[in-house]
């Protein structure tokens, strides 16, 4: 049983809550826990004492799985796979379900987001920006909404770049739908998560929310086109609030669509007028990182090969790589192990594993 899906399902429990009481006591570990101990945990109400109990009674095993074999995996705060960068925001997702690898914790992140009824030169911008960092190996990260959200995703996989999509709903749920040839295209280089079930339906307000995991996930977040009042600029303010880095595309005096964006750099958010300045003063930094060479080919021995044909974009148990792989147990622990070290596959939650290249 996956503890942390169990404890992330709870009706009744607030993400807050959810943070507080892991800080204190592992998902595993709270499972087992009586009433009364759990009541006695800080910050916990009875009421939220008896919901986890009664919780237990609930099966989420068939749920969990039916979730895998659709390719989609839950992270949640206890684990080692969980973003790095996400972990140090203080609101962070207890959990997020991702279906596709996550993007390696020290590849550098820039967040692409902007107006969704945007002109042809904010269009222009985000493409060429999501191209130029895919290009150097900067992950885009956006919200796949229409307008520069979708064009800063189509400039990075148009790089053939990796680039991320955070959703107002379930990770597999495609919206809008007119942008599901994008959603399938960013799946084959990168990730789409959220902070909600699979099968959620977009919902407004949820919306607001995502902003702070495209934020969070990022070293920076760009704002391309927006109005004095709109979704990115809450993207923008959450950035701020996490530390990290603004910076705003400029736009005519004259137009409503750059508004928010002049607005940002008089407050004093960064300015990109060269979009190379720009990308190139993010991976001077980070040049052992960011780089737009091939990989040098990793050798593998027979038995890692073996292994490695066994695990693939859809994330598999030890068990099934035990029964395809035919290797014993110990033995695949340790290739597993060195597979992991080389950085060709990751394991994204307790035994459980997924290809990176």
């Not at 042809?120 to 900067?138: D, H, N, S």
Request: proline share 5%; glycine share 8%.
């Amino acid at each position: 049983m996956n503890y942390a899906y169990w404890f992330a399902n709870i009706p009744g429990l607030t993400n807050r809550a959810r943070l507080r009481i892991s800080a204190a006591v592992g998902a595993e570990e709270l499972f087992f826990l009586s009433e009364g101990s759990i009541a006695k945990l800080s910050g916990v109400t009875p009421e939220q004492a008896e919901r986890i109990v009664r919780s237990r009674t609930r099966p989420v095993d068939a749920a969990y799985h039916a979730m895998c074999a659709e390719g989609i995996s839950f992270v949640s705060v206890e684990d080692e796979s969980y973003p790095a960068k996400l972990k140090q925001i203080p609101d962070a997702p207890y959990g997020i379900y991702v279906r596709g690898p996550l993007p390696e914790s020290d590849r550098p992140a820039v967040a692409v987001v902007g107006a969704r009824m945007c002109s042809e030169y904010g269009r222009q911008a985000a493409a060429q920006l999501g191209r130029k960092l895919a290009e150097r190996g900067v992950c885009v990260v956006s919200g796949m909404a229409r307008g520069i959200d979708a064009a800063g995703h189509q400039g990075a996989v148009d790089a053939a770049g990796v680039t991320c999509a955070v959703l107002g709903c379930g990770a597999d749920v495609c919206y809008p739908k007119s942008n599901r040839e994008l959603y399938r295209r960013i799946l084959e280089r990168g990730c789409v998560l959220s902070e909600y079930p699979p099968g959620t339906p977009p919902i407004a307000a949820h919306f607001p929310a995502r902003n702070r995991i495209i934020a969070g996930l990022c070293d920076m977040t760009v704002v391309v086109e927006a109005r004095l009042r709109s979704g990115s600029l809450i993207t923008a303010d959450c950035a701020l609030e996490q530390g990290r880095d603004v910076y705003a595309v400029p736009g005519s005096i004259y137009d409503p669509l750059s508004a928010g964006c002049n607005d940002l750099i008089r407050q004093g958010a960064g300015m990109i007028s060269d979009m190379d300045d720009f990308v190139n003063s993010i991976v001077s930094e980070r040049n052992d990182i960011c780089n737009n060479e091939e990989p040098e080919k990793i050798l593998l021995e027979k038995e890692e090969r073996l292994v490695y044909s066994c695990v693939d974009l859809r994330p598999k148990s030890m068990e099934e790589i035990l029964s395809e792989s035919g290797i014993e147990l110990r033995e695949l622990q340790q290739i597993l192990s060195v597979l992991q070290q080389r950085g060709v596959i990751a394991e994204i939650f307790k035994n459980c594993y997924i290809r990176r290249n």
